[in-house]
């Protein structure tokens, strides 16, 4: 926390694709928290990620009417993670940083409770989900990672958080010295430490709108959080393959002691050898596709391109 007489700046961040249904009331909400408590000196950067609606204009004439207001376009569409951690080199220099989604799943009304723990010294405030609202498929999906993440995981990552939180400038800066483009903010969140404070609430339905991220990218995601946190893939490739290794060794023992004592070979075994033959190279594939995922992440973080590329920014006005 700062120690400076002036009041300690928060920026919140918030990443925005295709959000005109929900942007007014959020804009609102967020005014509200901003006049309520004056101790803080507000900063809301709104990262445009590659809208088509009228995101961007309503953010503009809002940051027109409001000083706090700042809008960061990025070129095109680059995803949740980017848009985010644009937002996150934008909060560089701010005492803290609020994290959160646009569509009013995360109550801005909690960013009060965060500020409280922020000033009474923790470093990252977490906000755990106890309850959420999303239905069938999605929902499955989001129960099914988050109970076998932390199992996965090389490092504990604590279920139920997302992007919802607070960072102070130190969490801040350590996360945007992150160069990994795979990103997964609640891990990284977790992996750069600090002392950290959970607040607890039910998560919202979204206000209006479609869910921006398709089921797709969440797939993607998830997969990121667990190449980018688990070598267990990995290691379970490993134990299978000894595994397998072992039962052939044990059967090709058996079947040439068989063969010494004299015993007959019939001629049948077709069934048994086709089975044998697909599962084998099944699983080699499927061994291989885990390599690849990894290897394709090394890659891209090899080619070294930048995470998002903005198209302009509140400090070129
Ligand atoms: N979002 C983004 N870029 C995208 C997809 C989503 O910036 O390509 C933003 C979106 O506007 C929202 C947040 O990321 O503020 C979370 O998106 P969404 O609500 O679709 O995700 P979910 O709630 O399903 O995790
Ligand atoms: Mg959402």
């Known amino acids: 926390m ?17 959000e005109e249904p929900v942007l007014p009331e959020l804009l609102v909400r967020l005014r509200q928290i901003f006049d309520a408590d004056a101790r803080i000196a507000w900063r809301a950067v709104f990262v ?27 070129s095109r569409n680059f995803g949740h993670q980017s848009a985010l951690a644009a937002g996150l080199c934008e909060a560089d220099g701010s005492d803290a940083a609020v994290t959160m989604d646009a569509d009013l799943q995360d109550p801005p009304e909690l960013i009060g409770e965060m500020i409280e723990h922020w ?25 099914l990672f988050h109970r076998f993440f932390n199992q996965l995981a090389d490092f ?11 960072l102070d400038r130190c969490a801040v800066a350590a996360i945007n010295r992150l160069p990994e483009r795979h990103r997964f903010f ?43 946190f688990s070598y267990l893939p ?8 000894i595994f397998i290794s072992a039962c052939g060794f044990a059967l090709g023992t058996f079947f040439i002691v068989r063969r010494l004592l004299g015993v007959e070979i019939a001629q049948t075994g077709f ?27 090394v890659y891209d973080e090899v080619k070294q391109r930048p995470q998002f590329i903005r198209r302009e920014s509140p400090r070129d006005r």
């Open 2 to 18: 700062s120690t400076a007489p002036h009041p300690p700046v928060v920026t919140v961040v918030v990443p925005v694709h295709n």
């Open 186 to 228: 609640p891990g990284l969140r977790s992996w750069v430490g600090f002392t950290t404070a959970e607040i607890h609430y039910d998560r919202q339905e979204r206000a209006a709108g479609q869910p921006a991220q398709t089921l797709r990218r969440l797939v993607r995601y998830a997969f990121d959080g667990i190449f980018s």
């Open 234 to 241: 990995l290691r379970l490739l490993t134990l299978v393959g």
């Open 119 to 143: 000033l009474r010294g923790a470093e990252v405030v977490r906000a755990v989900r106890r309850s959420r609202q999303e239905k069938g498929l999605r929902r499955l999906g989001f129960d």
């Open 48 to 74: 445009d990620d590659g809208s088509r609606d009228r995101s961007v204009a309503l953010i503009t004439e809002a940051a027109r009417l409001d000083a706090r207001i700042l809008l960061v376009r990025l």
């Open 156 to 166: 504990p990552i604590e279920a139920d958080t997302g992007t919802f939180g607070l």
């Open 271 to 297: 069934t048994t050898l086709v089975t044998l033959l697909l599962f084998l190279g099944g699983g080699q594939l499927i061994g291989i596709g885990i390599l690849g995922e990894y290897l394709a992440r």
